[in-house]
């Protein structure tokens, strides 16, 4: 069966230092891979998304990258931390693109 | 511009009642729907689905409902139990695969 992994759980970090998030598939190959952001009590913001190796796609302009090195590995990461990136960042997966997604567990982020 | 609108932020219900989760949406290429659940601090988990070609999908306690003329979706779960009591998604997908959620519902089930 399919599994989906993110670490941290939580990160306090402060602003201006860097940030790397990382998310893991297992159980697939060539998996859809999708960064969300959940400000609190508002929807999940698509923010990237991937179909394959190096390919990302950028949905909402911002202090944000991704990346994805290798298949089943998709990193969100930032330079420089601003206080408003402060939020509860997913990850996602799906087999094909107009598939059903399946999320991870999620990291709280908060940046002080 | 939100195109998925959830315009009721809570619910609350008696346990064994009837929970009625509504989603309303703008855009008409929206051709697949989806209701996710949501604990606090963890990542949503995928209820149920429904293509645009039907008007009803059931799967044991929930049911979605599709109205597309009033481009409407709901979801009912019968009967209710404390469990259940979690933010819901409604998400809407185009040909172009990508995932619009709604605002999110708060249903609370009271014991």
């Known amino acids: 069966s399919q599994t989906i992994h993110q670490w941290p759980a939580t990160l306090v970090q402060p602003v201006g230092s860097p940030l790397s998030l990382e998310c893991t598939v297992e159980?697939?190959?060539?998996?859809?891979l999708y960064w969300y952001r959940q400000a609190a009590g508002r929807g999940l913001q698509l923010l990237f998304y991937s179909v394959g190796i190096g390919q990302i796609s950028s949905e909402v302009p911002q202090n944000l990258s991704a990346s994805r090195p290798q298949d089943r590995q998709f990193i969100l990461s930032s330079k420089k931390l601003l206080l408003s990136d402060s939020s509860f960042y997913l990850c996602?997966?799906?087999?094909?693109?107009?598939?059903?997604?399946?999320f991870g567990p999620g990291t709280r982020l908060t940046v002080l | 511009d939100q195109q998925v609108k959830q315009n009721s932020p809570s619910l609350s219900v008696q346990e064994g009642r009837i929970s009625i989760l509504n989603c309303d949406y703008t855009n008409s290429m929206f051709d697949y729907f989806l209701w996710y659940k949501k604990y606090p601090a963890e990542g949503p988990t995928f209820l149920i689905s429904i293509s645009s070609i039907k008007d009803k999908n059931e799967d044991g306690r929930f049911t979605v409902f599709l109205n597309k003329s009033a481009k409407h979706l709901s979801l009912h779960i019968v009967p209710s139990q404390p469990g259940d009591s979690a933010v819901y998604f409604c998400a809407a997908s185009d040909n172009t695969g990508k995932l619009i959620f709604g605002q999110g519902t708060t249903l609370q089930v009271k014991p």
């Open positions: 996602a997966w799906s087999v094909l693109a107009r598939d059903t997604q399946y």
């Open positions: 159980g697939t190959s060539n998996p859809n």
